[in-house]
């Protein structure tokens, strides 16, 4: 299983954008995914998953502003982040479930205040 991820960059407080992570070898469309990101100085978090049949689950500092969401037929799994802030700047990394864990290399977000 390979996860690229993709759609990290430098962003102004209150802007959006929109990761996206595509799947080679794994299944969004059965098994779901999750969005994770790690903070300078701060232990890697979650921050949203999906399941196969698209139940969502957020955390609480993302709740309103941010929305998991997935393309089976692509197997491409999303996350639109809006109304970002400063907090929101860290590494953001995909991951699937399949028999074994599967992280992408991870993409960088930058909100500048």
């Known amino acids: 299983v390979q996860l690229q991820a993709s759609g990290g960059g430098l962003v102004q407080a209150g802007g959006s954008l929109r990761l996206s992570c595509a799947a080679s070898g794994g299944t969004f469309a059965i098994y779901g995914g999750g969005w994770y990101r790690r903070a300078p100085g701060k232990q890697r978090e979650l921050v949203a998953d999906i399941t196969g049949r698209g139940s969502t689950n957020y955390a609480d500092s993302v709740k309103g502003r941010f929305t998991i969401s997935k393309d089976n037929p692509k197997n491409t799994m999303y996350l639109q982040m809006n109304s970002l802030k400063s907090e929101d700047t860290a590494v953001y990394y995909c991951?699937?479930?399949?028999?074994?864990?599967?992280w992408g290399q991870g993409t960088q977000v930058t909100v500048s205040s």
């Open positions: 991951h699937i479930w399949q028999f074994g864990d599967y």
